[in-house]
């Protein structure tokens, strides 16, 4: 079967710095991706890793290690606008599947 | 914004009635989904499609059927629905090199 495991929920005051951990153990593995979900909506994409490393855009940083199966978020100079959910997903194969971890809900603090 | 839609919005619906949800894109993209997507249980793909009459199953596809005939739409029926099927329903396409999915607006079932 397919695991990914996110934690469910998370708290952080606005200004800092927070990392949401994600650890997977997939059939398959082509590239992780970082979700942003705000009540209510549609998931907007905010990051793609298929190598190892850091990749930085803006505030938010994502990344990879394949061979822990693990990758974080990294969402720096926190806003209220931040408060939402962030779900990690595995591209388990070249036919494009893609499957989600139960997504973490980042409550931010003023 | 991705060019894809999804209807209908909001639909409530009696137990053991058919249903059909219709996931339709301007994007010519190769790849198109279905999730559901309930509280404690994040995102679950359902069925997705790898071009046209070409389908998948995933992870919670029973009692869910899907089709698709043209590069533009994707359906997802549900032959008999029952209450455990309650839930937003997401549609999401992506041709498979941009990295990138694109997410519709959701479809809020409810099955009384």
């Known amino acids: 079967g397919q695991n990914i495991d996110q934690p469910t929920e998370m708290t952080a005051t606005e200004g800092a710095i927070v990392q949401i951990n994600c650890t997977y153990q997939?059939?398959?593995?082509?590239?992780l991706f970082w979700y942003q979900q705000h009540a209510g909506e549609a998931p907007t994409f905010l990051s793609y890793n298929v190598l190892d490393g850091l990749e930085e855009k803006g505030r938010f940083s994502s990344f990879l290690s394949r061979s822990k199966g693990y990758s974080y978020l990294l969402l720096k100079e926190l806003q209220m606008k931040d408060s939402a959910s962030y779900l990690c997903a595995v591209r388990l194969n070249r036919d494009d599947k893609i499957i989600f971890g139960k997504g973490t809900r980042l409550h931010i603090l003023p | 914004d991705a060019g894809i839609t999804q209807s209908p919005r909001h639909k409530v619906t009696e137990t053991g009635t058919p249903v059909t949800l219709r996931c339709h894109q301007t994007?010519?993209?190769?790849?198109m989904y279905w999730y559901r997507q309930d509280p404690g249980h994040g995102l679950r793909l359902i069925h997705y499609?790898?071009?046209?009459?070409?389908?998948d199953k995933g992870e919670v596809s029973d009692g869910y059927s899907v089709s698709r005939s043209k590069t533009e739409d994707f359906l997802l029926t549900l032959e008999s629905a029952t209450s455990s099927q309650t839930s937003v329903y997401f549609c999401a396409i992506s041709d498979g090199t941009a990295y990138e999915q694109y997410f519709g607006p959701g479809t809020r079932l409810t099955v009384t």
């Open positions: 994007e010519n993209h190769r790849y």
């Open positions: 499609s790898y071009g046209v009459k070409d389908t």
């Open positions: 997939t059939s398959g593995f082509n590239g």
